[in-house]
């Protein structure tokens, strides 16, 4: 409510003591507005159909229809190997739990198995079946910044953009859109779309923007998302991340933001992997409350201004003396 009153989208009522009150009608407008987010609207384009723009809403739903149709594409898909297993058990052969997990997964070209570093004692990690969008979370000191460098390591061709690539890459970024006119006009379109939506102009950002729409790479991960972002650019940047096509090449992203990581709206396409604080091995958590592991996955996100506290602060291997 507060995002929709900042946008100027809805006007609450201030009480004599300076409460907001939210009567019936600002809660149909609040209502309204949710639901054109869920038709994919950004914030930009729900207040110009709020005012009457109707090539927003053209606009809108063409996206909406879209990912529709590449969801029922996908759920073909999924019907066809049921049909599939059904033939077979009608023949008389035996499907087991691993026939049906494989219905679940997202299919992907790419994928690893490893052995996990320090702090882990080397346990295999398999990475398959890779969503288009996979979080890694987890609490300070959990092993989350070593798991990410093992899977840039292990993934063929994957790159790993490191916490400080802000300062180190600032120059090569633009360099990189001198050079490259196709690279540049996607940068500024992007930036022109996270602006619509609130984001704040920074280095930080700039930087992300370019690694996101460059084309190196098989996948990339991502050291803290969110570091260098103020909330606004956060939640853009996450609403972007959500238009990205599904076969796009992978992301891993660290995060610990619930502004980067809304468990109320992951979508069928994104994955999320807690490192657990106690140095158990990483397991994929699914975002539903009840699941294993969903409680500690909320439990490590924080509102930005939280995790400002604790900006820069990194958890190292002791020295032995």
């Not at 201030?14 to 309204?32: D, I, K, V």
């Not at 969110?226 to 853009?236: K, P, T, V």
Request: proline letters at 6%; a negative charge.
């Amino acid at each position: 409510m507060r995002l929709y009153e900042q946008r100027g989208l809805l006007v609450p009522v201030r009480t004599s003591a300076g409460w907001r009150a939210y009567g019936p009608a600002q809660m149909a407008r609040g209502a309204e507005i949710a639901s054109l987010r869920a038709l994919g609207l950004s914030l930009a384009q729900v207040g110009l159909v709020l005012k009457g723009n109707p090539q927003s809403m053209e606009s809108a739903l063409t996206v909406h229809q879209a990912a529709l149709e590449e969801r029922i594409i996908e759920l073909s898909a999924t019907v066809a190997k049921v049909r599939a297993l059904r033939t077979e058990v009608a023949a008389g052969r035996t499907v087991d739990a691993g026939d049906l997990m494989r219905l679940m997964r997202q299919k992907s070209e790419i994928g690893t198995t490893f052995r996990l570093p320090w702090p882990w004692g080397g346990e295999e990690f398999e990475l398959h079946d890779i969503r288009p969008l996979t979080y890694i979370v987890g609490s300070l000191g959990s092993g989350k910044t070593r798991l990410a460098r093992a899977i840039a390591e292990n993934l063929p061709e994957a790159l790993f953009l490191e916490l400080d690539r802000f300062q180190d890459e600032a120059a090569q970024a633009r360099a990189r859109l001198e050079a490259d006119a196709a690279l540049a006009q996607r940068v500024e379109e992007v930036m022109d779309w996270l602006i619509e939506e609130g984001a704040t102009i920074s280095p930080p950002l700039v930087a992300l923007v370019v690694a996101l729409e460059s084309d190196s790479g098989s996948a990339l991960v991502i050291d803290m998302v969110e570091h260098g972002l103020d909330q606004s650019s956060q939640e853009a940047v996450a609403a972007y991340l959500r238009h990205r096509r599904t076969d796009s090449r992978p992301l891993f992203l660290m995060t610990r933001s619930c502004a980067i990581l809304d468990l109320n709206d992951v979508l069928p396409q994104e994955a999320i992997i807690l490192c657990p604080a106690n140095h158990s091995p990483p397991v994929f958590v699914a975002p539903y409350p009840g699941a294993p592991g969903y409680e500690v996955v909320a439990s490590c996100l924080a509102p930005p201004e939280v995790r400002a506290r604790t900006e820069g602060m990194i958890a190292s291997r002791p020295q032995v003396a």
